[in-house]
């Protein structure tokens, strides 16, 4: 039987932070639009199935999420396309690749929570269309960071900073250093007040768009 923390784990992983209602309305309320959920597309074209992702997201002062997508090594993942929006907090780029990992952070003043995931598709002999497998990489309850960077006089420092993270026994967490530049960026996009562009996604290497 699996254990209620096993399914939690299980499904943050799966389709991000797992979230309670009062956070999410708070969010709603807010304008703040973040999708961590990735789905499997088929390309006709290429006879494969590939995962797609929404980096998206932004902030108000008092509270900010945001979702970004790496590639299997841990480098900002190229985006199939850009997306502007007039209003902000909202879609930035969408991503396309056979493998992901997913940067997810939620700030709540100065309250910061993190998951980062591995996301891939595994074939099984029954179906024709493939699963998502996820592997947790870190998950971080509760950090700090004292820097209130949505404020205007600390903007240079977004991207030069992160929260930090500890134990239940006081111990501060190392952060995965793959995902260090990463993680200082999404801690910076959760304070960036109506968020208008991708802070992770990257232009793919020419402008036909990202190969796999």
Not at 129 to 141: D, L
Not at 161 to 171: I, M, N, Q, S, W
Request: proline share 5%.
């Amino acid at each position: 039987m699996t254990s209620p923390a096993t399914s939690n784990a299980n499904r943050y992983a799966r389709y991000g932070l797992s979230l309670p209602q009062q956070a999410l309305s708070a969010l709603e309320k807010r304008g703040i639009y973040c999708q961590p959920s990735v789905s499997i597309e088929h390309q006709h074209l290429a006879h494969r199935y590939v995962l797609r992702g929404v980096e998206s997201g932004g902030a108000v002062a008092d509270m900010g999420r945001y979702c970004a997508y790496l590639d299997a090594n841990g480098n900002p993942a190229p985006w199939l396309q850009p997306i502007e929006s007039i209003s902000g907090n909202g879609r930035h780029a969408i991503v396309i690749a056979l493998e992901l990992v997913r940067v997810e952070m939620l700030r709540v003043g100065h309250t910061y929570e993190l998951a980062i995931t591995r996301l891939g598709l595994k074939n099984e002999e029954s179906r024709t269309r493939p699963s998502i497998v996820t592997a947790s990489v870190f998950r971080g309850h509760q950090g700090t960071l004292s820097v209130e960077l949505w404020n205007a006089e600390n903007k240079s420092l977004r991207g030069t900073v992160a929260p930090v993270f500890y134990t239940a026994a006081g111990e501060a967490l190392a952060l995965p250093q793959n995902f260090d530049e990463a993680i200082r960026k999404i801690t910076g996009a959760v304070a960036c007040l109506g968020c208008k562009h991708a802070h992770i996604a990257v232009a793919p290497p020419s402008n036909k768009g990202c190969e796999l």
